[in-house]
């Protein structure tokens, strides 16, 4: 059976997406406590396991957060899916569960990779097309190897709030749908 674990910082609506469209979560791994994805897996049932990395680090020294977030991966996991994890995972991580580990980025990579607000940096930049890219998660920051890609075109009554609704919108369907495609082995 495909055990999925889902890493996730804030929010949490790709979560849901991903559960909505019948996908079973294993476990929800968060480095931040107050993140309303504990809210949202506890609401379906799914196990949270919720660092304070802030606090951890501070206490035991940087490094701290990565090895409990590693120790509570199943050894068969199938994916690790990252959907807003906000955090850059250590070189070992990333290495341990290599071909694992997918990430959501709100942007067309290479585009506007590595940042925290693709979206409004795209918008500042005046961008016409915007986009998602999913894509395998390598030790350099959103630069692993394009899975699946969707643009999403600015229309001239577009505002950064809805550009940014319609960009969240798109994730919704095309997380999932690549999930589904790559536990089938069809990616
Ligand atoms: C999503 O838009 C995702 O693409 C983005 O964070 C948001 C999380 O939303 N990820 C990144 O920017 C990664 N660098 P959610 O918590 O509602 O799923």
Known sequence: MNKVVVMASGEGSNFSAIVDRGIEVDRVITDNPNANVIKRAEKVGVPVFAFDRKEGDRKYGSGWCDRMVDE???EDVSLIVLAGYMRILSPYFVKKWVDKIINIHPSLLPAFGGGCHAI???WEHGCKVFGVTVHWVIE???????????????????????????????EHY???????KLLQGET
């Open 120 to 122: 409004k940096d795209a």
């Open 174 to 180: 095309v997380y999932p749908d690549a999930i589904k």
């Open 72 to 74: 509570s991966i199943p």
């Open 140 to 170: 350099e920051v959103d630069a692993g190897p394009i899975i699946t890609q969707r643009a999403i075109h600015k229309f001239d009554d577009d505002t950064l709030e809805s550009i940014t609704d319609k960009i969240h919108r798109v």
